[in-house]
Nanobody, 126 residues
Framework: QVQLVESGGGLVQAGGSLRLSCAAS????????MGWFRQAPGKEREFVSA????????GYAHFVEGRFTISRDNTKNTVFLQMNSLKPEDTAVYYC???????????????????WGQGTQVTVSS
């Protein structure tokens, strides 16, 4: 079992930045690829970004490419999502997730992930 706790969400004006963190506990963090997903009101959960176990491979949804950066610190059991140039359409609950299946890469499909955090609200005002 892996427990995931997100933090760093909040209210920010358009064009601003936030840094989300996801702290993991319970199992060896470096055995998991990590992903960030988001869900806006009335919409389905969607992929935002993911990172492989070692951090050597990362991926982004097209709508955050160039604005968001995912990283991880395996010594601190934490994955981060740096979000810059935020837009009102980025408003959503952001979830981190852990996947034990992928070894060298990562998945952009929510069904792949085994463990999920409770989410952190990000609100971007115009």
């Amino acid at each position: 079992q892996v427990q995931l706790v997100e933090s760093g969400g909040g209210l920010v004006q358009a064009g601003g930045s936030l840094r989300l963190s996801c702290a993991a506990s319970g199992r060896t963090f470096s055995n998991y690829a990590m992903g960030w997903f988001r869900q806006a009101p009335g919409k389905e959960r969607e992929f935002v970004s993911a990172i492989s176990r070692t951090g050597g491979s990362t991926g982004y949804a097209h709508f955050v490419e160039g604005r968001f950066t995912i990283s991880r610190d395996n010594t601190k059991n934490t994955v981060f999502l740096q979000m810059n140039s935020l837009k009102p359409e980025d408003t959503a609950v952001y979830y981190c997730a852990a996947d034990r299946k992928y070894i060298e890469n990562y998945s952009d499909m929510s069904a792949t992930y085994d463990y999920w955090g409770q989410g952190t609200q990000v609100t971007v005002s115009s």
